[in-house]
């Protein structure tokens, strides 16, 4: 072989299928045709034992491939939570003032959830959502699992080292489910662990880091199914909310999409112009991430893509950017815990006729901008919306009126949770004067990703 043989880069071909975001928006597309189309072909029929209705096979296929792809996700969450943390904090040794980075981190976190529920109140306030609906109180109905104080302070216990949680099924098996915040906990003290150990804890960093790079190669994989998931999890919601229970409901989710689009395109602009980066660059950077969220309805599931586009595309350092990106994909909710928290409180506030006084608004921005991480995990509101009304006295089957279009809200929600958690550390490190400037304000165009790593551009 020769020697110019042998230096010769292989040119990647492009693939011919169209780029990921525009696969996601012919998913979305899809999912809302196929999802009328199911629900105008009608149930099958009604359970003779249980009186549950059975959903047409279309409606069955949408159903499966959206919760399979979320399933997918969520398997891979404990193991990443677990490695992404005990890197990311073992990388804070390689970065200058570490101590300073994460205490403003964290404050940012508590200035944009104040900003987020203050929002979120002054909508509930004007719009009354909860005094202009046409849901019936027999649409209400307490939650299965509810959100406490008392829980969320004696959940961050860890009751193993895996962080798993069994519990008995209907039918006599044995389920097993994951709290994140518990695997966070014991994530954050094997990380601190590590730094303290020094030079010995080495081989353990080499081993953390290797896998946290195999579980990322198989996330990404699933990642890639994105656009087909899209499909189902749309359909699946058309297909059974329809627009009635939106309709019922409108002015409600109206509200939550107009605090959602108040956050996400005035404040956080407002952020980023105050501290002197384009606006464009932040958002062509980061929409990748926000449109994933959007589809998959997960920060945590989002946190990988998250992390490579506010490196990559926003010039965060890496050393930097992968600690404040999965403590914000744990922590930072600006749309499940202020926004939604807030409008909601207020909602049932509204519709059970309770008035709510001054200490009741400052009790709503307390549990927003303190107990953001109650909600945890892959999907959360419900778990911030029951401890913000039982924080306030009022009435937790007030929560059964708001699930019909949760599924459709959490969507707009997860998309302004993942904007925030690229937002923070964007700031954080042009502040301290880190950012690579040249990497914010380079084009967009071309490969969002490498192609190494097997996304194409959004």
Excluded at 104 to 128: D, H, Q
Excluded at 247 to 271: D, E, H, K, N, R
Excluded at 310 to 333: C, D, H, I, Q, W
Aim: proline share 4%; hydrophobic share 55%.
């Amino acid at each position: 072989m020769s020697s110019s043989a042998a230096t010769t880069t292989p040119t990647k071909r492009r693939s011919w299928l169209p780029s990921f975001g525009v696969q996601v928006l012919i998913g979305l597309a899809l999912g809302v045709v196929l999802g009328l189309v199911a629900r105008s072909m009608g149930a099958d029929g009604v359970d003779s034992a249980t009186g549950e209705v059975d959903p047409n096979w279309l409606t069955e296929t949408l159903t499966t491939v959206g919760t399979t792809f979320v399933t997918l996700l969520r398997a891979v969450v404990p193991p990443l939570v677990f490695l992404a943390i005990v890197a990311s904090i073992a990388n804070l040794r390689e970065v200058t003032g570490a101590a300073r980075l994460a205490w403003k981190t964290l404050v940012w976190f508590a200035i944009t959830a104040l900003i987020a529920v203050t929002i979120g109140i002054v909508l509930g306030l004007v719009l009354e959502p909860g005094n202009h609906t046409s849901v019936t109180k027999a649409a209400a109905e307490a939650p299965g699992s509810t959100g406490s104080w008392l829980d969320f302070l004696t959940g961050l216990v860890p009751a193993n080292v895996l962080g798993l949680e069994a519990s008995a099924n209907g039918d006599g098996s044995i389920g097993l489910s994951f709290n994140v915040l518990q695997i966070l906990v014991v994530a954050i003290a094997v990380g601190i662990a590590t730094l303290k150990v020094g030079e010995a804890a080495d081989p353990f960093l080499t081993v953390v880091r290797s896998a946290l790079s195999i579980v990322q190669k198989v996330l990404w994989w699933i990642i890639l199914l994105a656009p087909i998931a899209t499909v189902g999890l749309l359909g699946n919601a058309v297909a059974s909310y329809g627009w009635d229970a939106l309709g019922s409901l409108g002015t409600f989710a109206g509200a939550i999409y107009l605090g959602l689009a108040l956050v996400m395109f005035v404040v956080y602009p407002v952020l980023l112009r105050a501290n002197g980066l384009s606006i464009r660059q932040f958002f062509s950077g980061a929409w990748p991430a926000i449109q994933l969220a959007f589809v998959s309805r997960s920060s945590v599931g989002t946190m990988p893509v998250t992390q490579s586009v506010t490196e990559r595309n926003l010039g965060v350092p890496s050393a930097y950017a992968s600690f404040a990106v999965p403590l914000g994909a744990t922590t930072k909710m600006d749309g499940c815990a202020s926004i939604y928290p807030a409008i909601s409180a207020i909602f049932v506030a509204q519709f059970f006729g309770v008035d709510l006084a001054l200490t009741d608004y400052l009790l709503i921005v307390f549990v927003s901008v303190i107990g953001s991480a109650a909600t945890a995990g892959v999907t959360g509101a419900t778990v911030m919306l029951t401890l913000t009304l039982s924080t306030l006295g009022l009435p937790l089957e007030g929560v059964g009126l708001l699930l019909a279009i949760d599924p459709i809200l959490d969507m707009g929600r997860t998309a302004t949770n993942v904007a925030g958690q690229a937002l923070v550390p964007t700031l954080v490190a042009k502040r301290e004067g880190i950012l690579d400037e040249s990497a914010y304000a380079a084009s967009r165009r071309g490969e969002v990703w490498r192609e190494d790593d097997e996304l194409v551009a959004a």
